[in-house]
């Protein structure tokens, strides 16, 4: 019997959600602080805008840095245990998060646990949503991998919007329960919960094969086309995570969590609903049309500045981004081959975590220099350096 067939859920969809259910974890531990570090770093630890637009990005340097490793685990491990090992890692990065609450009265121990903690949440991150999405291709078969994708991102971006909802109501909590506390707390909780359901989900054995792994800088080299392109769609999202709640914070408007989970919710129903359209009309015109969509939210961005402005913004920011990675991703992935999916996910995904990680730092330098304005005209200027890379990826697979 195939792994995943005996649990009685014939459909793909059905055999998908249980395992997906672990990346929904992670990506609500992702939201939670996401509204709240920026405001945290800058307001309550007196750091500037640099360093707080960095606070948010160093997870995705700490992802960066393990997609490789991910990559390889799987392939020669089986997806079940790094999986495990990434839901460990953020349980780790929850307890740092609750004592980076604790000692805020004391600067620079906070802060230095508040960079650990994003350390080893990016780590998190890594594994158990890399793992997740092999372990699932595994369950369903190569041929719904484009559902597989889309699925790993719904609860990506559907918890990161129910986590920064959620976070920012909790970082008001009176007494010592407020600022990152209650976050750290609950942000132990949810990967607890989510080990003891992965220890109940059965394994898949990786796939064996005679020739030797492919090096992972040859499996980059192989997804570096339509990993460029990624990472031109990723400093949207970068612009959003890291920027946005300074954005509201600095024009004097509430409810940047709102902006944020309207983000993640527009996100989330633009994939379910349009996903099937990456087979339909292909990849590279679905990643055109997305990529043309999320520079037209970010201009919104920079020439409308008021506050539901800046949320209709960010809404289709999110609708464009949406099917950036599983569009380009389902080619992307192909090109290594079935025994190197783990290894071509994890590389990949590189491009979107190094333009975010980037993009942090950088950005909130441009607002340092120039101001919000110029950052989303910047950043509107870089989306569309992704949709001409698109082109020549489709002018290439036509030629």
Not at 42 to 59: D, E, K, M, P, W
């Amino acid at each position: 019997m195939a792994a995943g067939q005996g649990n009685g859920l014939r459909s793909p969809i059905g055999r998908i959600l249980p395992v997906v259910s672990l990346n929904l974890i992670i990506y609500i531990v992702i939201g939670l602080p996401m509204a709240v570090i920026p405001i945290f770093v800058h307001n309550v630890l007196h750091c500037n805008t640099v360093i707080a637009g960095f606070a948010v990005s160093l997870q995705y340097f700490a992802t960066f840095a393990s997609r490789a490793s991910a990559g390889r685990r799987i392939d020669t491990r089986g997806p079940k245990p790094v999986a495990v090992l990434g839901l460990a890692l953020g349980i780790g990065s929850g307890v740092l998060l609750l004592v980076s609450g604790l000692t805020r009265s004391f600067i620079p121990l906070s802060l230095l646990c508040l960079f650990i903690s994003r350390l080893a949440l990016g780590w998190a991150e890594s594994w158990a949503s890399t793992a997740a999405i092999v372990w699932n291709i595994r369950r369903v078969g190569a041929a719904n991998t484009a559902q597989v994708i889309s699925w790993n991102g719904i609860t990506s971006y559907g918890g990161i919007a129910l986590g920064a909802t959620i976070g920012e109501k909790f970082s008001h909590f009176a007494g010592g329960w407020g600022g990152l506390v209650t976050l750290g707390i609950v942000s132990i909780f949810l990967p607890v919960l989510g080990t003891v359901l992965a220890s109940s989900y059965p394994a898949v054995a990786p796939i064996r094969h005679d020739k030797p792994a492919m090096p992972f800088a040859k499996v980059f080299m192989l997804v570096l086309p339509h990993g460029c392109a990624l990472a031109a769609g990723s400093v949207g999202f970068g612009v959003i995570s890291s920027c946005l709640a300074l954005y509201f914070a600095a024009e004097h408007w509430p409810d940047a969590a709102q902006a944020l989970a309207v983000f993640g919710i527009v996100f989330v129903i633009i994939r379910f609903v349009f996903a099937r359209q990456i087979g339909r009309i292909g990849g590279t015109n679905v990643a055109i049309i997305s990529l043309a969509v999320e520079t037209a939210g970010l201009l919104i961005l920079a020439f409308l500045p008021s506050p539901a402005a800046a949320t209709l913004g960010a809404a289709v920011t999110g609708a464009g981004f949406s099917l950036v990675f599983p569009a380009l991703g389902v080619l992307a992935v192909d090109r290594a081959g079935a025994e190197n999916r783990g290894a071509a996910l994890g590389a990949f995904s590189v491009f979107l975590d190094l333009a975010i990680g980037i993009s942090g730092p950088l950005l909130g330098l441009v607002i340092h220099s120039a101001g919000y304005m110029t950052l989303f005209i910047f950043t509107a200027c870089i989306t569309s350096l992704g949709i001409a890379q698109v082109m020549r990826l489709r002018r290439a697979t036509r030629a």
